[in-house]
């Protein structure tokens, strides 16, 4: 294709998603013709997209205009570096988690499959034309579009009434931001009529206008994000959704609201205020911290993942309101260090994510169970899945030498090489900032621990789990694709950081990349090799060594020979599956340290209980303090609304007249 542009080359990837759904409804019900041929086709145009998008970065912007839509009203697109980078992301977390799918779906499951694959598919599509919208139009009919697309994925399995109402919940939340969204446009357009991102950004607003833009579209996209306290969608659509679908909108989709507020943040608005920085960085600090407890105390491992997911999303916050900060007081090589932490950290959850979600998927096919209370040692009948989720659980612990490690050693590097600020205050929070965000860390290591061992690791809690069985060749390929995407990420950040910074250029003017390829490919040195530096692949030649060493040591002192024998009982009689530590009582300390920030339920066994139980419930503040009391609210105005409507003629002509007076008497000649 050498006389078509990257973002032909895009439309046509867009283009070839919606036909493959559309070919899906040729044969509804024949699985195999879905799932061996149409899933992996999805996944070849993924990989187009990303290879596309990786060749144009650098290069200049380019604009397209589809005379589809309403008249005069055509949708303008455009590739920027911007768009490319998260292009990139969807492109290559696509063809991953098609392929996994590929092998994902069975008969009897759900919608019929050729409803699924159209579904899926065309939220494919819809996300890569927010990406490439460059007019609110636009915009707003692909984001609407991925919204219902994915409603639909999400409540595949509607025989059940609380899937149900977790897909109600998520389309609820998202139109509710998607109004803010709207009004953040409209705001931008400051009174001219023009919708194209170009009229926005030829607007000079005062600071007050801005400002509502700026905090409408925080509000919209972080609806759509997962920032609290409009959280409460993500908890409940993860573990309904089937595990493709909650990886797609955990690895993907969820960026798409980041790409929202970068875009608008520094390229519609301009010139950002210092205090927008402040506003980001509090909610996604707060964020963080909710998302990273809660996950520690879930005894449902897609439940664990999604407020994993909510954690991950406060840590791009920080790290976007440390951006603002700095590009507000012109530092312009913390505000790259931060842009690229930020941008980095998107790539690599979309990594890991997807795969931890797509292993949680292998997990409950082959035993039918979320509860993390009934799982236990399946890396002896799962070692495909169980090898492959350590590398997505150590990249999420954000552990070297994996991808999460290096994102988050970046934000860091960002709070600790910033000098004073011009405000005292913000002197005194940031380092505050930096320490909670070590503390995220920590947390997400320790829930990581317990999501792998307890699903993974010790004996098997249930006689059915040694049933359980491996995943197939198609799932396999579909991990394996991650879990490589996620390694490439962490021991080549030079060259990563190379790529994405062109979008880092695009928004503040300047990058990280000449700085990084100073020091050579193989040592990452943001600042100077003497202040910090982290070379992953030494790191990973150390471990590879220490290993092969204690292999070889066991086979010369040993001779080869290996001799099983029982784990150490720890002083026990009897060592069960019943005596290992359980999900709860792993996460006992956390719910006593940080006890005022859950809401539980606790039912104590007494004497004279005939069966003796004990339970803890843990639930969501949100709920009781904002959601609950709004609901009612609502039901009440509901009640007195209804009273309007009598049935009665008469009373609907009078309501006719009385509006015609006030209209009468408000009106202007």
């Avoid at 070839?16 to 509804?28: D, E, F, H, N, S």
């Avoid at 991102?197 to 833009?213: C, I």
């Avoid at 409408?216 to 959280?231: D, E, R, T």
């Avoid at 590009?327 to 312009?332: F, K, N």
Wanted: include cysteine; charge should be positive.
């Amino acid at each position: 294709m050498p006389d078509l542009l990257p973002i032909d080359v895009l439309l046509i990837a867009a283009c070839a998603w919606l036909a493959i759904g559309l070919a899906g409804l040729a044969a509804p019900r024949n699985l195999y013709f879905i799932s061996k041929i149409l899933f992996p086709l999805g996944a070849a145009a993924g990989v187009l997209a990303g290879l596309t998008s990786l060749r144009f970065l650098g290069a200049g912007p380019e604009v397209a205009v589809l005379a589809i839509g309403l008249p005069d009203l055509p949708f303008h697109l455009r590739l920027d570096n911007l768009a490319a980078v998260f292009v990139l992301l969807l492109g290559f977390a696509a063809a991953g988690i098609s392929v996994f799918a590929a092998g994902y779906f069975r008969k009897g499951e759900g919608a019929a499959p050729g409803l699924l694959c159209l579904q899926y598919h065309f939220f494919l599509a819809s996300m890569l034309l927010v990406l490439l919208a460059d007019d609110a139009y636009a915009f707003m009919v692909a984001w609407e579009g991925m919204a219902l697309s994915s409603f639909f994925l999400v409540t595949t399995d509607h025989r059940h009434a609380e899937i149900r109402r977790a897909g109600y919940l998520y389309l609820l939340i998202a139109h509710v931001g998607a109004i803010a969204i709207l009004l953040s446009f409209g705001v931008m357009t400051a009174g001219s009529g023009d919708y194209s991102f170009a009229g926005m950004r030829a607007q000079a607003l005062s600071p007050f206008w801005a400002s509502a833009a700026f905090l409408l579209a925080f509000a919209g996209f972080g609806a759509k994000a997962g920032l609290l306290p409009v959280h409460v969608w993500l908890p409940e659509a993860h573990p309904a959704a089937p595990s493709p679908v909650s990886a797609m909108m955990s690895g993907v989709m969820l960026k798409t609201a980041i790409y929202g507020l970068l875009r608008v943040s520094f390229d519609l608005l301009g010139e950002p205020l210092w205090w927008w920085g402040v506003v980001a960085m509090s909610i996604g600090l707060v964020t963080a911290v909710f998302g990273v407890l809660y996950s520690t105390v879930q005894s449902d491992m897609k439940r664990l993942l999604a407020y994993s997911s909510i954690e991950n999303i406060g840590l791009l916050a920080v790290a976007l309101g440390l951006t603002l900060i700095f590009h507000a007081y012109r530092m312009e090589a913390l505000a790259a260090l931060s842009m690229t932490a930020l941008l980095y950290h998107c790539l690599a959850h979309a990594g890991f994510k997807s795969l931890l979600f797509l292993c949680t998927g292998s997990v409950l096919h082959a035993t039918k169970e979320r509860s993390l209370g009934k799982l236990g040692g399946l890396i002896h009948r799962m070692p495909w899945v169980a090898w492959l989720a350590l590398a997505g659980v150590i990249a999420s612990a954000g552990l070297p030498p994996l991808s999460g490690f290096v994102s988050e050693w970046l934000l860091l590097q960002s709070f600790l090489f910033s000098p004073g600020l011009p405000h005292p205050w913000l002197n005194m929070v940031v380092p505050v900032a930096a320490a909670v965000v070590a503390l995220v860390a920590a947390l997400a290591g320790f829930a990581m621990v317990k999501f792998y061992g307890i699903v993974f690791l010790g004996q098997m809690r249930e006689e059915a789990l040694k049933d359980a069985h491996d995943a197939g060749p198609w799932e396999r390929a579909g991990l394996l694709w991650l879990a490589g995407l996620t390694l490439a990420l962490g021991v080549l950040p030079t060259a990563v950081i190379s790529v994405i910074d062109a979008a880092t250029r695009q928004l503040l003017g300047t990058g990280l990349a000449d700085k990084v390829r100073e020091h050579g490919w193989w040592l990452l040195a943001p600042i100077s090799p003497d202040r910090a530096s982290y070379a992953p692949l030494v790191f990973l030649a150390v471990i590879a060594a220490a290993v092969l060493l204690g292999r070889q040591l066991v086979h010369r002192l040993y001779h080869g020979r290996l001799r099983r024998s029982p784990a150490w009982d720890c002083g026990y009689v009897f060592q069960g599956p019943r005596a290992q530590d359980t999900a709860e009582g792993f996460s006992q300390p956390i719910r006593r340290i940080f006890e005022p920030m859950f809401r539980m339920e606790r039912h104590f066994p007494t004497l004279r209980d005939e069966k003796p139980y004990y339970s803890v419930k843990v639930e969501d503040h949100f709920w009781h303090w904002l959601y609950l009391p709004l609901a009612r609210l609502v039901e009440g105005v509901s009640r007195l609304i209804i009273r309007l409507q009598g049935g009665r003629i008469a009373i609907y002509l009078l309501y006719s007249f009385l509006t015609l007076i006030v209209l009468l008497l408000v009106a202007r000649p």
